[in-house]
Structure formats: C-alpha cells, structure tokens
C-alpha cells in the first residue's frame, strides 16, 4: 500500500490521527449516511472518497451494498479493513491519494453494470482547491447517466465556528462554486440544503452543505 500523491504533511497527520483512534469496534454512521442511505433505490455499488476510518462504507456494506471505500491514509484504510474483518462486512478498501491517475482503473471506471453512487463526506473541505476538481472528474469518469453523487462539506460560513478537531487541514467551500463545477463534469443538482444541525458532534456543530447531483 502506498499514499501515493497526497502531500507528506497531510499524509502523516491524518496517519498518525487514524493510527491514535484505531479500533475495531464498529463506528456509528454519520448522519448523512444515514440520509444517503434512504435516497439509494436496491443494492448499488458505493465509492466512498475519503473514508477515514470506514464508518460509512462499513454502514452501507452492512446494509447490502457493493462497497469500495478510497482513502490517502494507509493507517485510516488499515483501521477499516480490520474493522470490516472484525464484523464480518464485505467492502473493499484501498490507499490512494484523489489525484492518482491509476485511482479511475482501480476503481473499474467504466465497468459497472448497475448503479452507482460516488459518495464523500467531510472530503472536499479536506482537500485543495485542485485536488476538488480531480474529485470531481473522477466522479464524472466512474459514472453514467442517473447515477448518483453525494457530499457533504464545511461551508464558507463555518469557517468561524469551534472546531472539535480544530488542526485539521480545511478549505472552507463555496456551494455556488463547487456546484457550478459539478455542472461543468455533467451532474445536474437534485438535492441541495445548507445550515446547522446536520453534523453535529460534542461542541462542534459545522455549518454544511449537503448536496445530491445526478449524472445527466
Ligand atoms: C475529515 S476526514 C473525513 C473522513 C470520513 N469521510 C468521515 O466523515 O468521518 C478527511 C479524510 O480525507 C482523507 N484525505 C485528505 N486528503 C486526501 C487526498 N488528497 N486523497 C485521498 N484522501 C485524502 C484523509 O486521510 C481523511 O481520512
């Protein structure tokens, strides 16, 4: 396993953060899994940008899902591979940075036979302004008119609120520009909200946005 591209900076802080939180007992879902979870029409196939630990992807693997989940770090990809291995959930899990070229071929771009969902939550606020279009071209890459792309991402209005975890690297977005880039790779918006309350955790209550793109 290699964390390919991502810088060495961001690379050993979310390692060393992953390796400090490592365990196997099965994480609650985000909310937002939750949310996505009801939008998804039989089993599809889930790829997960920015897994982190692999609560998501380990939840909608758990619920009869085809799960791969992607991640830079190789300590957060270890935690949820031995997490799906502890429980007994079947996903795929692997390192990579978001703009690796070889990322689309490891993920099958252009194979899936069903739908798909390319889902990512608290990612695009974790990566460079260049990074996001990387994200987004992949997203257009791996799939096909209907299917779906979800994110959820620290806004420009958050940028002023207590953090919990306050020395994470954050790019506070703008929905108005990451949307008219969504638009640009061929997704049009079916869902689209903003505010508080939707990713509450302890005294950190991030202003979000939360957005469903179809792909036309
Ligand atoms: C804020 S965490 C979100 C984790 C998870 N989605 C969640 O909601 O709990 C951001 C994740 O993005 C990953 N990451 C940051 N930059 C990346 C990049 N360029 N390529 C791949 N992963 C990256 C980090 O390793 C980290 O796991």
Same mark, same amino acid.
């Given at each position: 396993?290699?964390?390919a591209?991502?810088?060495?900076?961001?690379? #050993?802080?979310?390692?060393?953060?992953? @390796?400090?939180?490592?365990?196997?007992?099965?994480?609650?879902?985000?909310?937002? =899994? @939750?949310?996505?979870?009801? %939008?998804?029409?039989?089993?599809?196939?889930?790829?997960?940008?920015?897994?982190?630990?692999g609560?998501? /992807?380990?939840?909608?693997? =758990?619920?009869g899902h085809?799960?791969?989940g992607?991640?830079?770090?190789? /300590? @957060?990809? @270890?935690?949820?591979? +031995?997490?799906?291995?502890?429980?007994?959930?079947?996903? /795929? &899990?692997?390192? /990579?940075?978001?703009?690796?070229? +070889?990322?689309? %071929?490891?993920?099958?771009? #252009?194979?899936?036979? #069903?739908?798909?969902?390319?889902?990512?939550?608290?990612?695009?606020?974790?990566?460079?302004?260049?990074?996001?279009?990387?994200?987004?071209?992949?997203? +257009?890459?791996?799939?096909?008119?209907?299917?779906?792309?979800?994110?959820?991402?620290?806004? $420009?209005?958050?940028?002023?609120?207590?953090? $919990?975890?306050?020395?994470?690297?954050?790019?506070?977005?703008?929905?108005?520009? &990451?949307?008219?880039?969504?638009?640009?790779?061929?997704?049009? $918006?079916?869902?689209?909200? %903003?505010?508080? #309350?939707?990713?509450?955790?302890?005294?950190?209550?991030?202003?979000?946005?939360? %957005?469903?793109?179809?792909?036309?």
């Amino acid at each position: 396993m290699t964390s390919a591209d991502l810088s060495p900076d961001r690379s #050993g802080y979310w390692n060393e953060y992953y @390796a400090a939180s490592a365990a196997t007992k099965l994480p609650l879902p985000s909310q937002f =899994a @939750a949310f996505v979870a009801g %939008e998804l029409q039989g089993p599809t196939r889930v790829i997960e940008l920015g897994c982190g630990n692999g609560r998501d /992807s380990l939840f909608f693997a =758990a619920n009869g899902h085809d799960v791969t989940g992607v991640d830079g770090s190789e /300590s @957060a990809v @270890a935690a949820a591979a +031995a997490t799906a291995e502890a429980h007994g959930i079947r996903a /795929s &899990f692997l390192v /990579s940075s978001i703009d690796d070229p +070889a990322l689309p %071929e490891r993920l099958g771009a #252009g194979t899936a036979t #069903g739908p798909l969902a390319v889902y990512a939550r608290f990612f695009v606020h974790a990566i460079t302004d260049r990074e996001e279009e990387d994200f987004l071209s992949l997203a +257009a890459g791996l799939t096909s008119p209907g299917d779906l792309l979800a994110v959820e991402y620290r806004t $420009v209005r958050d940028q002023t609120g207590a953090k $919990v975890t306050g020395t994470h690297y954050r790019r506070f977005v703008a929905p108005a520009t &990451f949307q008219a880039r969504a638009l640009g790779q061929g997704f049009e $918006v079916s869902y689209a909200t %903003e505010g508080f #309350g939707f990713a509450k955790y302890r005294q950190d209550d991030a202003y979000c946005a939360r %957005e469903l793109f179809t792909r036309v």
